[in-house]
């Protein structure tokens, strides 16, 4: 048992590590470099903003490009099919993206019909878990305050 425990804890903590040391090649690769982070009305309480990052739903089923134009030709692939080297096409395109995008592309994955490797998918989910968190911490603080 303590042996899984610790395997656990050590993807965790190499995924973690890896996308720190990623950090600084990452580049905007959305449509709009260089647009600054919108800001939500006084009126908006934000949870719209975390189910949407939750759940990894959107109301609106419009395809969008993350630079990943050559990924389509994985489509209908099953997650367990990927070798190495297709396996390291979608984590470079997944560790040069900001934190906030990778919600979206997982969106856009999943309406393109591309089921990314189980490995990639767990660790942008992790990236995904990690700006929800930031997230609620935002807003507990701007409410204790």
Request: glycine share 6%; with cysteine; hydrophobic share 40%.
């Amino acid at each position: 048992m303590w042996i899984i425990a610790g395997i656990i804890v050590a993807v965790l903590l190499l995924t973690y590590a890896g996308t720190r040391i990623f950090e600084g090649k990452r580049k905007d690769r959305a449509s709009a470099p260089d647009e600054p982070a919108t800001i939500p009305d006084a009126d908006c309480c934000g949870a719209h903003e975390v189910c949407d990052k939750e759940t990894l739903l959107s109301a609106d089923d419009e395809i969008v490009y993350y630079q990943d134009e050559d990924l389509d030709h994985y489509q209908g692939r099953s997650a367990q099919s990927y070798s190495s080297a297709e396996i390291e096409d979608f984590r470079e395109i997944l560790y040069t993206m900001r934190d906030d995008e990778v919600a979206g592309w997982l969106r856009s994955l999943q309406l393109r019909n591309i089921n990314p490797p189980i490995v990639i998918r767990d660790e942008a989910l992790m990236i995904v878990s990690e700006v929800r968190d930031i997230i609620r911490g935002g807003r507990q603080t701007a409410t204790a305050v």
